[in-house]
């Protein structure tokens, strides 16, 4: 008899709804429940992708009976609290990034990933678009011969998510754009770079536009009677066991022409850029760059672009994982070593001294 299909559980469903998505495209999975603390929002959300379970308390849902498989797309906060719930309860996790809010709580999720004999997913999705898969094979293909130096970052013009909510209070989201976007690139440039171990790192953080509710961003909708306590800008430099160094910036509000999100490699045979633009003809674009005959060459790599930046193909990954028991391509471990890094980051610009990381 064919083996019974995954059934799946959402927990959270604004970006999670990119999960009901990517389960509903696999075809050995089917989503069985959804649960937000907003009913409404689970009910309307069951009620497009035919969902017959709704919950708003996670406990009950994991109780239940209903599903095997979670999906953590809660605030950030919450990662290590239900992730934990999830493992112990007998579930396959998928994970929304970043892991948690500090490596000693992602150090919590890692013990109790390895622990359990299930499968647990990092919500890495940007190694899982195309673009990026074919820049990773080309990489392990030898293409660029070693890479020692990178440039990465998600920078925007106006764009604080959710002014006043769990996003711009420290406690709940552990920082501002460096957790929260420079994550995404600075997860896909380490894996590109094949997950060289962090020793060292030099940051600064900024909070220049927030303070003064400036730099709003269309994503959700501002409350006055929260805080603004995280930085609205970072950056920083971190220096990997193998002498590599990865130049990393973020922002949610900055004086800059426009929102950019992009990793640039430079190899010893050749470099490369992944980029998303959002100026005029913008959009995705791969190039790579090499010297033939003496000449700088360009090449363009025409990839489909995937509007979705890799978010279902990630949960697709992750039912093939449950599926055949193999290790996803973001374990634990790497969310792990990426708080890792975070935290390293966030007490470097506190004290303004180099910080070890360990
Ligand atoms: N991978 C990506 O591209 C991506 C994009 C955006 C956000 N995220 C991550 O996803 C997570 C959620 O972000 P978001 O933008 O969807 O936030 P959001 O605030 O828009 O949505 C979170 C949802 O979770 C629900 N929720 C909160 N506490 C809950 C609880 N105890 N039980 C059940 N539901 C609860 C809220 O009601 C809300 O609907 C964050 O960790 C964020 O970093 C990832």
Redo the contacts with the bound molecule.
Sequence with gaps: MAKKKIRAGV??????Q?HVQGYGLHPKAEVTAV????KD?AQKTAAQYGVPNVY???KEMLKSGTVDTVSV????D??RP?SIDCLKAGMNVLC???MTTSAREGKKMLDAAEESDKVFMM?F?NRYRPDSQLLKSAIDDGDLGDVYFARCGWIRRNGI??WG???TDVERAGGGPLI?LAV?MLDLTIYLMGNPEPVTCLASTYSVFGPNMEGLGP??TPDPKGKFSVEDMAVGMIRFDGGQTIWVEASWASRIKEEYVYSTLCGTKAGANLETSFGPGGGDRLEMFTQERGVPVDKHMMVEPDPA?G?TNSVQHFCDCVVSGKQPLSPAADGYRLMKVLDAMYKSAKSGKAVNIK
């Design positions: 927990i959270g469903l604004g970006i999670g990119f649960c937000d603390l907003k929002l708003t308390d996670y797309c809660v605030p950030n919450l990662h239900m929304e990034k970043p919500q999705n998510p959710g909510s769990w996003f929260d995404h994503w959700g930046m978010r």
